[in-house]
């Protein structure tokens, strides 16, 4: 089945700088991937997906690539503020198993004052 | 607020007894979803259903359960055949393929 890595596991920045997280993906079907933020106790909530037929999306600080080729994809947070520290989930999902998620093992993001 | 709701938000049980977990949403959904979440091991995969009274297993289905006899109702029974059963548990839902999934707000499980 579909494996997905994320790197790296945690990540500690400065307020005001930009963060960087990355997955892989093993099955070249895939074609949907979001990415999750969960805060502490919390439910995961999308913040950005992408379709294989798209390469970059952005939404206000925050924006997601997508190298097919390589079979990668990254998220991208700009300005970053104490209120982005959470944990964020990469996940990739294809027809082999009905379209449900496959999840990466989540980075957690600490942005300090 | 979402639309999907899991009942109990904690609960507690003794080793050996199997429970059942809650899941409805009203959001019109042909698939839902289970998954459990463990520290360090992301979400991983339970079980999963595209229709009513149609389900498949996810990558950890051992020692789980459930049954779709209603659009609204994707309940998971836990059974006392799962080895560590401990977890936060968490249903979704989805609208279509390749559609966000919508997440309850989960329920902690904890069995002694």
């Known amino acids: 089945g579909e494996n997905v890595e994320q790197h790296p596991s945690t990540l500690s920045v400065q307020e005001g700088d930009s963060a960087v997280i990355k997955c892989t993906y093993s099955d070249s079907a895939s074609n949907y991937f979001p990415w999750y933020k969960q805060e502490l106790g919390k439910r995961p909530q999308l913040i950005i997906d992408i379709r294989s037929n798209v390469g970059e999306k952005k939404d206000q600080r925050i924006a997601v690539t997508l190298n097919k080729t390589a079979k990668h994809f990254s998220l991208h947070i700009t300005e970053t503020q104490p209120e982005d520290s959470a944990v964020y989930f990469c996940a990739a999902s294809n027809s082999n198993s009905g379209y449900a998620l496959n999840f990466g093992k989540g980075t957690s993001l600490l942005v300090t004052p | 607020d979402g639309g999907i709701t899991q009942s109990p938000k904690y609960l507690f049980r003794k080793e050996g007894q199997n429970v059942t977990l809650s899941c409805e949403q009203n959001?019109?959904?042909?698939?839902m979803y289970w998954y459990r979440q463990d520290p360090g091991q992301g979400l991983r995969l339970i079980y999963y259903s595209q229709i009513v009274n149609d389900f498949q297993k996810g990558d950890i289905a051992e020692g789980y359960s459930v049954s779709r006899e209603k659009k609204e109702s994707f309940p998971l029974t836990v059974t006392s055949a799962q080895k560590n059963p401990t977890a936060f548990y968490l249903c979704?839902?989805?609208?279509?393929?390749?559609?966000?999934?919508?997440f309850g707000n989960g329920t902690r499980l904890t069995v002694t």
């Open positions: 959001l019109n959904h042909d698939a």
């Open positions: 979704a839902s989805s609208s279509r393929a390749n559609s966000p999934l919508h």
